[in-house]
C-alpha cells in the first residue's frame, strides 16, 4: 500500500515553496531506486555535513564529483578488467551515478578516497547580505531632509 500526500492545500496558502514541494514529491517516487554503492551522511557541526560513500576497487580516476547549483552528482565508472576468467564476482564493479539534492548555498568543500572510501567535505556558508542584522532604534520620529528647489537653473 502506497501512501501519496497530497500538497495541493499548501499551494494555496503558501508562496515561495513550490521547490520544497517539488523536492518532497520527488522523494516519494525514490522507493525503488537502487541503493549501490552504500553511503553515511554525517553532519559534523553547525553549518558542516560529510559524505561517505563505500567505493572498494574505484580508483580516484574512475569517479568524478560534480557539482551543478544544488545538486552534487558523484559517477563511478570503472573499466572492464580482462584479467582473467570469473568463476565468482562478489566485488561489484559496475557503473554508477548518485546524485545529492543540496539546500542553497551548500558547497563541496573537499573531497578524498581512503580506504575504499570517498569522503566530500560540504559546507553551508550563508552570504552577509542573507543573515539576520541588528536595526538601530533611534529616538523620535525620523526627519526628511527639506527639498530645495533650484531657482537659478534654466531649463532650454
Request: glycine share 8%.
Amino acid at each position: 500500500m502506497r501512501n501519496d500526500l497530497d500538497f495541493a492545500p499548501l499551494y494555496r496558502s503558501s508562496i515561495g515553496f513550490d521547490r520544497v514541494f517539488n523536492l518532497l514529491n520527488n522523494a516519494q517516487r525514490l522507493h525503488a531506486i537502487d541503493s549501490w554503492p552504500p553511503y553515511d551522511i554525517v553532519k559534523t557541526g553547525d553549518d558542516a555535513y560529510r559524505i561517505e560513500m563505500a567505493v572498494a576497487g574505484f580508483g580516484d580516476e574512475e569517479l568524478d564529483i560534480t557539482q551543478e547549483r544544488n545538486l552534487l552528482i558523484v559517477k563511478g565508472h570503472k573499466a572492464d578488467a580482462k584479467d582473467g576468467e570469473y568463476l565468482h564476482r562478489g566485488i561489484s564493479g559496475r557503473t554508477f551515478e548518485r546524485s545529492f539534492e543540496l539546500a542553497d548555498h551548500v558547497r563541496v568543500e573537499t573531497a578524498a578516497l581512503s580506504n575504499g572510501l570517498l569522503r566530500i567535505s560540504l559546507k553551508r556558508e550563508v552570504p552577509e547580505a542573507m543573515k539576520p542584522r541588528k536595526i538601530a532604534i533611534g529616538t523620535g520620529p525620523a526627519k526628511p531632509e527639506p527639498l530645495q528647489i533650484d531657482a537659478e537653473r534654466q531649463v532650454a
